[in-house]
DNA sequence: TATTGTTATACTCTATAACTATA
DNA sequence: TATAGTTATAGAGTATAACAATA
């Protein structure tokens, strides 16, 4: 410590899971926003292009659910992917717009995915494989008795 | 789907670690505000908070290098406590200056500490207590990937 | 010169309200 | 009316550069 040497820190936050989730998942967002900058994507645009790859046709809407974002967030990211010729909103038959890829957003998708592959891979190198699923279910459980269980 | 109702919408995230661990640790924030809401304090300011009364005296950086955080980002939270008269800036007697909690900053720390005792068994409810070392030991190894291996 | 604290700034992410268009 | 998409906006959170004060 900086004022009193002879006091170490002590730290409450080191215990906690809460401020561990934190701090990896902000690690991991900033591991994958270089894992991409070669690409000229960040992560929501990245995310945004590997979504619609693996749906072609889908919808905003469709988009938001799976992401748990606001439909409005998504606007801004979509006309930038629009505008860098990387995917067309389709003739809208109604009110849903069918988002699909052009063909120089097919071939960046595949280097997206294999971008977020060898992410994942990173991340996840240190959990056998057979153990990542459990880990998955493990957060999704986390995150159910935060949001929705009693207090 | 609400274009094509034929086709089921395929979710590549809900395979990849990533995307859960930044989807539990938002969920999980968002507990902790809600939690901390009747203290009047948001999670940065509580984990301040938290900190100083676990480290009387401590200086500006000692709490930026264990939140991991920019200095200049918590000058606005520390002023905020300070005018509410939460805490205190002591005489610096150089460069660092102490930071300790008043009286009534003392006060709020014991239901400050509460509520995050509460909030961490809410999040850790389906872990078993034995297991949860392991859970933050699995946290910690997954950021270090992230963060400093090799890519 | 190196460190602490500060200010200003900017960018991202997120959340909401309000509007338009369509079924 | 209900849903989809959009716009504008506001609030956190986070990052850097630049500066003043002190050892």
Known sequence: ???????????????????????????VTGA?????????LNPGEATLLRLIGANPGCSQSDIARALRAQPANLVPLINKLALSGLLEK??????????TLTAEGQAL??????AFDAHEA???RSIP???????????????LDACCGPA
Chains 1, 2 share one sequence.
Do not use: W, Y
């Open 1 to 27: 410590m900086t004022i009193d040497p002879d006091s170490a820190f002590t730290d409450p936050l080191d215990a906690m899971l809460g401020f561990h989730l934190r701090r990896t998942a902000a690690a």
């Open 32 to 40: 994958l926003g270089e894992a991409l900058a070669p690409l000229g």
């Open 90 to 99: 389709g003739a809208g038959k109604g009110r849903a717009i069918p988002l």
């Open 109 to 114: 998708h595949g280097r997206v995915c294999a």
């Open 122 to 124: 990173r991340i996840g």
């Open 129 to 143: 494989m057979e153990q990542r699923h459990d880990v998955i279910a493990l957060l999704r459980q986390i995150c």
